[in-house]
């Protein structure tokens, strides 16, 4: 099969079974790899789908700027899709987010533009958001996709991510978790695992140090694209039953342990998921079968702690 574009072949990502990370008396694992994904995360996905819903409604055009704020792989996505589509692209991004990140984003022929993180993400997307509705405001060529509400977002899951889980897996999911950044993921994937089993067991994911929806204080994490100090728009908090937090140090041990024991080699927030889908796997018992995602590739982190050890 020829494809037109690389466009056509984001998605359809692999579900695999955790063989050495659980318990015999624990419920089943299986991971959506999303690092195989074209642009190396499930933010390609919902950058896609927001572009040509926007398309669709005539919102862009040939002379269109797209400007979004994020903390990594949303711009990334972006960035790619500009490429193949020929839009210019500008990417407002904390600057305490990786190397590899910006690079990626520049190498896609984007622009970078970075916001000092001054210890509280929140504070700093909320800066990152301001820079670019200014920039709308002062060019009409401007369009901010704003992926913190915007539906056609948590659509791409609901749509494309959720109804590939439910078909790889031909089997009942009795438990989903997920770290919430824009909310996108949990909702969409969500909703359509529910829809096929109503008693799902579904619980949202936050690190530590950015528990927004827990009430704690937000400040500074390394679990990049989820904990962004905000409660996005399009995050439907009756999705899901409970909130765990996982801690930067289990996230990153857990990272690796996917590595080394598992072969899967993906970014530190595919570390935070698993975290919280082995405690699920517990509670829910043999038998039973839990769902996650590893939203992107480790290659990106390698300037990072999770190489450090």
């Avoid at 190498?107 to 970075?114: F, K, P, R, S, W």
């Avoid at 109804?163 to 438990?175: D, S, T, Y």
Wanted: with cysteine; hydrophobic share 40%; charged share 25%.
């Amino acid at each position: 099969m020829i494809y037109h574009d690389v466009l056509e072949a984001v998605g359809n990502t692999p579900l695999i079974r955790l063989n050495r990370m659980t318990d015999p008396e624990d419920a089943e694992v299986l991971v959506k790899f999303e690092a195989v994904n074209i642009g190396g995360s499930v933010k390609t996905r919902t950058a896609l789908n927001m572009i040509q819903a926007a398309e669709k409604d005539g919102r862009i055009g040939p002379d269109t700027i797209i400007v979004e704020p994020t903390s990594g792989n949303q711009g990334i996505g972006l960035a790619l899709i500009g490429a193949v589509k020929g839009y210019k692209t500008r990417i407002i991004m904390p600057d305490s987010v990786s190397e590899e990140r910006r690079k990626l984003v520049k190498n896609y022929g984007a622009e970078v533009v970075l916001i000092h993180d001054e210890g509280n993400i929140g504070a700093c997307i909320g800066k990152c958001m301001q820079t670019a509705l200014q920039m709308a405001k002062d060019d009409p060529n401007v369009f901010v996709p704003q992926q913190f509400e915007n539906e056609a977002n948590s659509q791409a899951h609901r749509e494309q991510t959720g109804r590939e889980i439910l078909k790889q897996a031909g089997k009942p999911i009795h438990g989903f978790c997920s770290g919430i950044g824009t909310g996108g993921t949990i909702t969409g994937v969500g909703e359509a695992l529910r829809e096929q089993n109503p008693d799902i067991l579904i619980w949202a994911i936050e690190p530590e140090h950015a528990a927004i929806l827990s009430g704690k204080e937000v400040g500074s994490h390394i679990q990049m694209g989820i904990g962004d100090g905000v409660i996005p728009k399009i995050l439907h908090q009756d999705v899901y039953q409970d909130i765990v937090i996982v801690t930067d140090e289990e996230a990153l041990a857990t990272a690796r342990e996917l590595a080394a024991k598992e072969g899967l080699m993906c970014g530190i927030t595919g570390g935070t998921n698993v975290a919280a889908a082995l405690r699920m796997a517990k509670k829910l018992g043999k038998g039973k079968t839990v769902v996650t995602i590893l939203p992107d590739t480790a290659e990106r982190y390698f300037s990072t702690e999770l190489f450090d050890a």
